[in-house]
């Protein structure tokens, strides 16, 4: 896709999934359907939400682009 990866940002619920968004120097937003905020931690890890709908419902990704705008 030609961007960076400390350009990406990872969705992921799953511990093995964070972990690759950290190998791969890819951010990540803790998806905790299935597991602990505190079993989706990491550095990387700039947030966690319940689900998906959260997101949605709190306009994620419009208030990440003007925080880093």
Known sequence: MGIAAAACIVFEDAPFGIEAARRAGMRAVAVCTGHSPEE?????????VRDYNELMN??????LHAATA
Not at 40 to 47: A, M, R
């Open 58 to 63: 709190n306009n994620f990704l419009r208030n």
């Open 40 to 48: 989706l931690s990491g550095p990387h890890v700039i947030t966690s």
